[in-house]
């Protein structure tokens, strides 16, 4: 936890500045409503901007996979193609949104959080489960993460600067300028972050391999405007907007300079009017995922594949005080358009044959939704119940809901459960991916139950959750034959006793094919550790802190039934105020220098960092 930043008129940083835990935080993303994370029903974790801070120089997926529950997989270094499990689903089943606004590509069903600079973002919210399906619609069957823009909360006017350094010749440079007056603020941050990268592909014999250093660089920008028009009506927009090229090994060593161009971002727009009883919100946005691979020393072909995502949300939505209890009604738009007319489709290495020119038809659709929901947070029990209803131009109507209950039987400790279904649409290349297309597929759907007990006072939040979902229609190989059973445990527990924090996380993961007459059947879905878990302690001063972590993840197997190993990495993260505007901070990954392999495919075993480290200086102006 890094310490607070000093204000502009101090000549010295006293105790009231030394760094919280703040183990009861408000939510908007479990509930569409400011919530305490102590009145939720659903497993939710926040990483506030403190904890950002911890992440110089690295991307959403780095942040991530140092969470509970979550466990990454990655072709190579920073900002190579990567995927996320989490509650046994993955990154295609869990639903990402950034201020509200989808974020993902329609294609592939995977969002590039692997791309955005977590130095432009205030917090991200986790949502554990399948709750959200209710909420949120199709692609939440394993929860949602909602990233929040950098600006959503600006306390006062100010300019911060940030330079860092690291392994693999890796910087970054950034400036923010903040201003905040009675009725108005304005935040805008620009940042640019390069590295030389390390060689992507681990086993030298592989078919694609490539012995070159697999680079990464990106401009990274965020922008977010609040006006307060009167007492009761407010308007802001928000943006957050990434510009990258990644280094990637293409098939057989053919194209050894190969790379690939990213445009990612969202951007959205808001009106809001409160009343003594009602809060109503209107909004549009809308977010791009597009990606153009370049074969830059090929003979014949000049450019491969090329997927230009964008998807449009308008929603208008309204929570009701209902004394008791606040009920929300709402209704949205979803446009979701690609455009992959120039995709390129090669034939098997080393084939000589010209690649085929394919489109994906159609390449639209849209989803119309109305939602409501009602929530009650009372002295002894919580309610939470919600009811969605989607119109998808695909595959017609398709409803969803959750209910939810807590009980407090004595002080600090909660009991409850949740019941929730969910579904998700296919995605484009689902459907229409050349050699494995099937436009009859049917989304897939899931039945969630979870209970929990919980225990909380001043010094700490422990939370031991279980779960089991049934899962039917996965789609595997363009058929809906896939069936599957998933059920786990997950324990949190955070503590912050004086100048010391520590807390750990413990992960316990069931999830079996249950595909009839499969040759997987009752086999662990590829990527799913049984067992995973973390651990942490920290000291933290006014002018210092210093905190080390530990995860572990167990042997997994992968897609093609090959087999990696478990492994434990040791992090160190600390910060310091050299003066009270200046401040400087330093994380150290892997410090034992563990070898451990997070994805192979094709024969490909891919690399991972060894022991590496990354420092910046931080300059308040004000």
């Known amino acids: 936890m890094s310490a607070t930043a000093a204000t502009a008129d101090s000549s010295a940083i006293d105790d009231s500045e030394l760094p919280q835990v703040e183990l009861d935080k408000i939510v908007v993303t479990a509930t569409r409503t400011p919530t305490k994370t102590s009145n939720v029903i659903a497993q939710t974790r926040v990483i506030d901007k403190e904890e950002l801070q911890r992440y110089q120089g690295q991307t959403v997926t780095d942040i991530l996979k140092n969470q509970p529950g979550i466990n990454i997989i990655q072709s190579g270094g920073m900002g190579t193609a990567s995927n996320f499990y989490m509650r046994g689903f993955d990154s295609k089943q869990v639903l990402v949104i950034i201020d509200g606004i989808r974020y993902g590509s329609i294609s592939l069903g995977s969002p590039s959080l692997n791309l955005l600079s977590a130095d432009q973002i205030d917090r991200i919210e986790i949502l554990y489960g399948a709750s959200g399906s209710s909420i949120y619609g199709s692609d939440a069957m394993g929860g949602v993460i909602q990233i929040f823009t950098k600006g959503n909360n600006v306390e006062q006017s100010n300019v911060f600067t940030t330079v860092g350094y690291g392994s693999n010749d890796h910087y970054q440079v950034g400036v923010t300028g903040q201003l905040k007056n009675e009725t108005?603020?304005?935040?805008?941050?620009?940042?640019?972050?390069?590295?030389?990268?390390?060689?992507?592909?681990?086993?030298?014999?592989?078919?694609?391999?490539?012995?070159?250093?697999?680079?990464?660089?990106?401009?990274?920008?965020s922008l977010a405007l609040q006006h307060k028009l009167s007492d009761s009506l407010s308007a802001g927009i928000s943006a957050l907007y990434t510009d990258s090229t990644t280094d990637i090994d293409s098939a057989g060593n053919a194209f050894p300079n190969a790379y690939s161009d990213q445009k990612n971002g969202s951007a959205n727009a808001y009106l809001q009017y409160k009343t003594p009883l009602t809060v109503s919100k209107l909004s549009y946005g809308q977010s791009v995922d597009k990606a153009t691979s370049h074969d830059a020393n090929s003979i014949n072909y000049q450019q491969g594949s090329q997927f230009d995502n964008t998807q449009e949300q308008a929603r208008l939505e309204t929570s009701i005080n209902a004394q008791p209890g606040t009920i929300i009604v709402g209704a949205e738009w979803l446009s979701q358009k690609l455009d992959a007319s120039d995709v390129l489709v090669y034939p098997p290495y080393p084939d000589t044959t010209p690649p085929v020119q394919t489109a994906y038809d159609p390449d639209d659709r849209t989803v119309k939704s109305a939602f409501v929901g009602y929530q009650l947070s009372e002295s002894y029990y919580d309610l939470q119940a919600n009811y969605r209803v989607d119109d998808n131009s695909q595959y017609g109507n398709e409803s969803t809901y959750n209910l939810g209950a807590a009980i407090h039987p004595m002080a600090g400790m909660r009991i409850g459960a949740n019941y929730a279904?969910?579904?998700?649409?296919?995605?484009?290349?689902?459907?229409?991916?050349?050699?494995?297309?099937?436009?009859?597929?049917?989304?897939?759907?899931?039945?969630?139950?979870?209970?929990?007990?919980?225990?909380?006072?001043?010094?700490?939040?422990?939370?031991?959750?279980?779960?089991?979902?049934?899962?039917?229609?996965?789609?595997?190989?363009?058929?809906?034959?896939?069936?599957?059973?998933?059920?786990?445990?997950?324990?949190?527990?955070?503590?912050?006793?004086?100048?010391?924090?520590f807390g750990l996380g413990y992960d316990y993961l069931d999830a079996k094919d249950k595909t009839a007459n499969s040759t997987?059947?009752?086999?662990?879905?590829?990527?799913?550790?049984?067992?995973?878990?973390?651990?942490?302690?920290?000291?933290?001063?006014?002018?210092?802190?210093?905190?080390?972590?530990?995860?572990?993840?167990?042997?997994?197997?992968?897609?093609e039934n090959n087999k990696l190993d478990s492994y434990t990495l040791l992090n160190l993260s600390g910060s310091a105020y050299i003066t009270p505007k200046l401040r400087a901070n330093l994380r150290i990954d892997n410090i034992t220098d563990e070898e451990y392999t997070l994805a192979s495919q094709f024969g490909n075993e891919y690399a991972t960092e060894g022991t590496s480290y990354f420092g910046s200086l931080t300059y308040n102006w004000f």
Do not use: C
Request: net charge negative; aromatic share 12%.
């Open 421 to 501: 279904t969910g579904f998700r649409a296919p995605t484009f290349n689902d459907l229409y991916w050349p050699g494995f297309s099937n436009p009859n597929l049917k989304p897939e759907r899931t039945e969630n139950t979870e209970v929990f007990v919980e225990y909380a006072n001043d010094m700490q939040t422990s939370r031991l959750t279980g779960y089991h979902t049934d899962a039917e229609d996965l789609i595997a190989n363009a058929t809906n034959i896939s069936e599957a059973k998933i059920k786990g445990l997950s324990l949190t527990s955070d503590w912050n006793m004086d100048a010391f924090i």
């Open 184 to 221: 108005s603020s304005l935040s805008l941050g620009v940042s640019r972050n390069e590295t030389d990268g390390f060689n992507a592909i681990a086993n030298a014999n592989s078919y694609d391999y490539n012995a070159d250093d697999d680079g990464f660089k990106s401009t990274n920008a």
């Open 520 to 559: 997987s059947y009752d086999q662990q879905l590829a990527y799913r550790p049984k067992n995973s878990g973390m651990i942490y302690v920290g000291y933290q001063q006014p002018t210092f802190d210093v905190r080390l972590e530990a995860k572990h993840t167990d042997d997994r197997s992968t897609a």
